[in-house]
């Protein structure tokens, strides 16, 4: 059974950084297209950043240039490292995974295969 397990979110205050990591069970992330998305209660989860099996990567507008999206083929984890953290970066942030590395960044939701069960980042002012 596919496993992504999320780790490193936290409290930090407004222009901090944090990594992200996503390990990753039952599931080649080389292989494999990745992303880190977030969602706010009540509102849609939105794409932040994807890799692709290749190593090409995409960013979303609201990270681009803070946020950096990596992967430990060794240790089959995903990582998502933030940096001049803000406010309204504050979400729960999901990985997901796509086997058959077709998805983008705005590939919906549902066509993504496996999803973490999430990890908070909360951003104080």
């Known amino acids: 059974r596919v496993n992504l397990v999320e780790r490193g979110g936290g409290s930090v205050q407004a222009g901090g950084s944090l990594r992200l990591s996503c390990e990753a069970s039952?599931?080649?992330?080389?292989?494999?297209?990745m992303g880190w998305f977030r969602q706010v209660s009540g509102n849609e989860r939105e794409g932040l950043a994807v890799?692709?099996?290749?190593?090409?990567?995409t960013y979303g507008d609201s990270v681009k240039g803070r946020f950096t999206i990596s992967r430990d083929n060794a240790k089959n984890t995903l990582y998502l490292e933030m940096n001049n953290l803000k406010p309204e970066d504050t979400a729960m942030y999901y990985c997901?995974?796509?086997?058959?590395?077709?998805?983008?960044?705005?590939?919906?939701?549902?066509?993504?295969?496996?999803w973490g069960q999430g990890t908070q980042v909360t951003v104080s002012s």
């Open positions: 997901a995974a796509d086997p058959s590395d077709v998805a983008t960044l705005y590939t919906p939701q549902f066509q993504w295969d496996y």
């Open positions: 039952e599931l080649t992330a080389s292989t494999s297209t």
């Open positions: 890799i692709d099996a290749d190593g090409y990567t």
